[in-house]
C-alpha cells in the first residue's frame, strides 16, 4: 500500500476532524454562540480539509503534498482561535487546539520527508 508512508498523518488529521466537530458542536451548546462563530466556522473549515487530506493522501495523490501544506495553515488557524477561548475554560477548545497543533505538525513533518 502506497500511502503507508502518510500513515503518522492520516491519523493526526483523523482525530484532528473528530476534535473539531466536538468542538463544533459544542460550541453551539455555549451560552454566547455569536461569540464563538469563528471558532465554529474554523473547526468546520478544518475538519473539511482533515477529509480531504485523508481521501488525498490514501490515494496516494500527486497533490498530497500541497493539500497537506494547506491543512496544516488552516489546522494551525484553527489552533490559534480556539485557544482564545481556553481562559474562559472551554476544554473542548484546548482539545481542539491542540488535535489541530498536533495535525499542522504532522503536515509539515510529512511534506518535508517526501
Known amino acids: 500500500m502506497p500511502y503507508q508512508k502518510y500513515q503518522s498523518c492520516i491519523d493526526a488529521c483523523?482525530?484532528?476532524l473528530a476534535m473539531c466537530n466536538q468542538c463544533a458542536d459544542a460550541c453551539l451548546e455555549e451560552k454566547?454562540?455569536?461569540s464563538l462563530k469563528k471558532c465554529i466556522r474554523l473547526d468546520r473549515e478544518c475538519a473539511a480539509m482533515c477529509r480531504s487530506s485523508i481521501d488525498i493522501m490514501t490515494?496516494?495523490?500527486e497533490y498530497a503534498e500541497a493539500l497537506c501544506q494547506?491543512?496544516?495553515?488552516?489546522c494551525t488557524a484553527?489552533?490559534?482561535e480556539c485557544e482564545k477561548h481556553v481562559k474562559m475554560g472551554m476544554e473542548h477548545c484546548r482539545l481542539c487546539a491542540e488535535a489541530c497543533r498536533l495535525?499542522?505538525?504532522?503536515c509539515l513533518r510529512m511534506e518535508e520527508a517526501l
Open 14 to 16: 483523523a482525530y484532528c
Open 32 to 34: 454566547d454562540v455569536a
Open 59 to 61: 490515494l496516494d495523490g
Open 70 to 74: 494547506l491543512c496544516a495553515d488552516i
Open 78 to 80: 484553527c489552533a490559534e
Open 103 to 106: 495535525c499542522a505538525e504532522e
